[in-house]
Antibody, heavy 122, light 111 residues
Framework: EVQLVESGGGSVQPGRSLRLSCTAS????????ISWVRQAPGKGLELVSL??????????DYAASVKGRFAVSRDDSKDIAYLQMNSLKTEDTAVYYC?????????????WGQGTLVTVSS | QSALTQPASVSGSPGQWITISCIGT?????????VSWYQQHPGKAPKLIIY???KRPSGVSNRFSGSKSDNTASLTISGLQAEDEADYYC???????????FGGGTKLTVL
């Protein structure tokens, strides 16, 4: 069974950092891109970052709203993807989901984690 | 890139059918057949219900169907059921940015 489990969310002050993890199981992790999609309270979905698999050079993309502050990475030996979030702003407050796909020739998000809440507030 | 345009809400009675539109541009919906639709119940993660414009993942009811014409994609739900009440989001591969753009979401109410 394919599973994605996010962890690392919490409450932080503006300007601080947080690292989210997405632990995968049930599929060949290194065959797929992993995307991070966030949803602010009462709002829609926004893809903030994705990382392709090694076959696609592990290339990364970022939304303009987080470029230069967030960094996505993956450890294929552990089946984990990470989202390092620096210089957090109040507008980064959201539930963060990781999802399988979005790149590496796989143009859909077919499995999602349960989400982890990030609250940025003073 | 700008978000895809969806109606904020739609409604229908049990047994009826509804259609949700998703309007994009020639740089996303109009350019690629990589349009997907997601259903989200309150407090839950999104669930894929349509991909590649009109394909259904295994286990998704055939009451859900998708189509595309020019820069507009559509999701049709036939034989509405109470359990279909949820938010629905479209997404499309795009030519720039993160190469993905989502719609703003549509709240479906089953009367």
């Amino acid at each position: 069974e394919v599973q994605l489990v996010e962890s690392g969310g919490g409450s932080v002050q503006p300007g601080r950092s947080l690292r989210l993890s997405c632990t995968a199981s049930g599929f060949s992790f290194d065959d797929y891109a992993i995307s991070w999609v966030r949803q602010a309270p009462g709002k829609g979905l926004e893809l903030v970052s994705l990382i392709r698999n090694r076959a696609y050079g592990g290339a990364t993309d970022y939304a303009a709203s987080v470029k230069g502050r967030f960094a996505v990475s993956r450890d294929d030996s552990k089946d984990i993807a990470y989202l390092q979030m620096n210089s957090l702003k109040t507008e980064d407050t959201a539930v963060y989901y990781c999802a399988r796909g979005g790149g590496s020739g796989y143009y859909l998000f077919d499995y999602w984690g349960q989400g982890t809440l990030v609250t940025v507030s003073s | 890139q700008s978000a895809l345009t969806q109606p904020a809400s739609v409604s229908g009675s049990p047994g009826q059918w509804i259609t949700i539109s998703c309007i994009g541009t020639s740089n996303d919906v109009g350019k690629y057949d990589y349009v997907s639709w997601y259903q989200q119940h309150p407090g839950k993660a999104p669930k894929l219900i349509i991909y590649d414009v009109s394909k259904r993942p295994s286990g998704v009811s055939n009451r859900f169907s998708g189509s595309k014409s020019d820069n507009t994609a559509s999701l049709t739900i036939s034989g509405l059921q109470a359990e279909d009440e949820a938010d629905y989001y479209c997404a499309s591969h795009a030519t720039s940015g993160t190469f993905w753009v989502f719609g703003g979401g549509t709240k479906l109410t089953v009367l």
